[in-house]
């Protein structure tokens, strides 16, 4: 059941939109609402151009004061909000209904480096600060903010907290809850809530913030954060190896962990199909496809020891691991350059998979231990009722993530596959079940997996998460019909 048709309370037909612009306009100023189809144009469509909305205005206020006197317009008269950071989420979640009743309240005039405190390590800054500015002002300090991921260049902080990011390093420093320790929200009620507290511990009652993270902008707006900084490593040393199996790629990350533990800071695995669609950009790719090797393994180490210490102990490793058999061959990046080709094989694919046409994606989860079992009974299902597909596997197998992704053999099927969506994702979910695991790792739910979210999750739990968008947004204002489709009262 969807949320109940939005009116524009105590406006009467035809007046209505002229008014609520004039409220925005007082509250933000008239150059910041954007109500034309031009002006409008670039905030309503997903990154993935798979879906496309209509919005009433697009809002871009400058600070926190600006997006609760906005939040309470669209209280009083009902208006659906639709958070929006970088426009770079894989679920749809920024992207408003074709209605033409929401507005989209774009984050990114919030983007200032508001503090870094060297000695709490910690770094507060505005919602639209794009993460890598965030990045960049912490290396300014000697110091590590570690979220790092392909659409870093766009995403803000904001949405990062709202589909609680992950990307290639949490293996060693966790994902966005795991980095936040404050946060500030206006809340549905346009109320300002100011938790940016630099607490590492912090028992009183709820965690609040926790709930804010993840909700994909139903809960309230996150206008900024207080996030975790680090010693900025003075090594690093980036590796790609090639391995036959899944199984010798978990068996390789176990050696890797227990002999350079807490310097291990990403651990990737890539199909070679996947190394195929991005061999014409890079030289190092085609280097990789020369020899048959089914999949490619790309490892980080960070480390505060010398970079002479981590490629002994680096190669060492390696020479072991070959000696059985657990890796066919690798390459240790010998220059800067040589990391950043490794890095931008592996983060070219996501974008280089848009060339193929429709793309079936899968953003799961599994207990690390199932991986090797559920990619070779999945890919065997999936080849028996449909010879014509081919599978793209690539992820932070690390974390036990992988995207897990449907193509056609060629453009004709890719066309075909929209037809076949249902069944294929059914197929894979029930897998991923089977296997213990969850049907959205890192990207989140928003308008794409919000049904089978209801149909995958117990009774229960589905009852406690529509109670608190019920308690936290009795009028379903915010993002609604994203992660919970709610019922009329
Ligand atoms: C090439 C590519 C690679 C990616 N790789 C990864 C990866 O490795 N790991 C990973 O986790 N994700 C990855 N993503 C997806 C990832 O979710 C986003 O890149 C990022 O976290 C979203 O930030 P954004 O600012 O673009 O949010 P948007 O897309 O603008 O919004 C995402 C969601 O958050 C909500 N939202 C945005 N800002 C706020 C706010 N201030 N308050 C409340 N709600 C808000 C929106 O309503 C929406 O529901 C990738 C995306 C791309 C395009």
Request: glycine share 8%; with cysteine; aromatic share 4%.
């Amino acid at each position: 059941m969807e949320c109940p048709p939005q009116t524009f309370e105590g406006l009467k037909l035809g007046e209505s939109t002229n008014h609520l612009l004039a409220a925005f306009a007082d509250a933000i100023g008239k150059e910041y609402v954007l109500s034309t189809d031009e002006d409008k144009e670039p905030y309503l469509t997903d990154w993935g151009k798979r879906f496309k909305g209509n919005a009433l205005a697009i809002l871009r206020p400058i600070n926190t004061s600006e997006v609760a006197a906005i939040v309470n317009v669209c209280k009083r008269h009902r208006v659906p909000i639709v958070p929006q950071g970088g426009n770079t989420g894989l679920c749809g979640g920024a992207t408003p209904d074709a209605s033409g009743q929401a507005v989209v309240i774009c984050l990114r005039r919030l983007n200032q480096i508001q503090a870094l405190d060297l000695e709490n390590a910690t770094i507060t800054v505005g919602a639209g600060a794009i993460l890598k500015d965030v990045q960049n002002a912490a290396i300014l300090q000697n110091r590590l903010f570690p979220l790092s991921l392909a659409a870093e260049g766009s995403c803000t902080i904001g949405g990062n907290l709202a589909t609680n990011a992950g990307g290639v390093q949490v293996l060693r420093y966790g994902n966005m809850r795991d980095l936040t320790l404050g946060l500030e929200v206006v809340t549905a009620n346009g109320e300002i809530w100011n938790g940016l507290r630099g607490l590492r511990k912090d028992n009183t009652g709820y965690s609040l913030k926790d709930l804010f993270i993840g909700s994909e902008g139903t809960l309230g707006i996150i206008t900024a954060a207080t996030l975790k900084v680090f010693p900025l490593p003075i090594t690093k040393v980036t590796v790609l190896v090639k391995v036959n199996d899944v199984a010798s790629s978990i068996a390789l990350l176990q050696q890797v962990q227990k002999v350079c533990s807490a310097d291990l800071t990403a651990f990737e695995l890539i199909s070679s199909r996947a190394i195929e669609l991005v061999a014409d950009r890079f030289i190092l790719a085609q280097q990789l496809l020369q020899d048959q090797a089914d999949w490619i393994v790309l490892i980080e180490l960070s480390s505060m020891e010398s970079e002479e210490k981590i490629r002994l102990d680096l190669q060492n490793l390696l020479m072991d691991a070959m000696n059985s058999n657990l890796v066919i061959d690798g390459i240790v990046a010998d220059s800067i350059q040589q990391s950043k080709a490794m890095w931008g094989i592996r983060e070219t694919i996501p974008e280089a998979q848009l060339q193929l046409g429709n793309v079936i994606k899968h953003d799961i989860s599994l207990p690390i231990s199932e991986l090797s079992d559920f990619i070779q009974t999945t890919n065997a299902r999936l080849k028996e009722s449909w010879p014509d597909i081919e599978i793209i596997v690539f992820g932070h197998v690390g974390d036990g993530n992988l995207h897990y992704n449907i193509v056609g053999i060629n453009l004709e099927v890719s066309a075909l596959l929209e037809n076949r969506r249902g069944q294929i994702n059914q197929l894979v979910h029930d897998q991923v079940y089977l296997h213990n695991g969850s049907f959205s790792a890192e990207h989140g739910i928003g308008q794409t997996k919000v049904t089978e979210l209801s149909e995958r999750k117990s009774f229960v739990e589905m009852a406690l998460m529509k109670a608190i968008k019920k308690s936290l947004d009795p009028l379903c204002i915010m993002n609604p019909n994203k992660v919970v489709l709610r019922e009329p009262d």
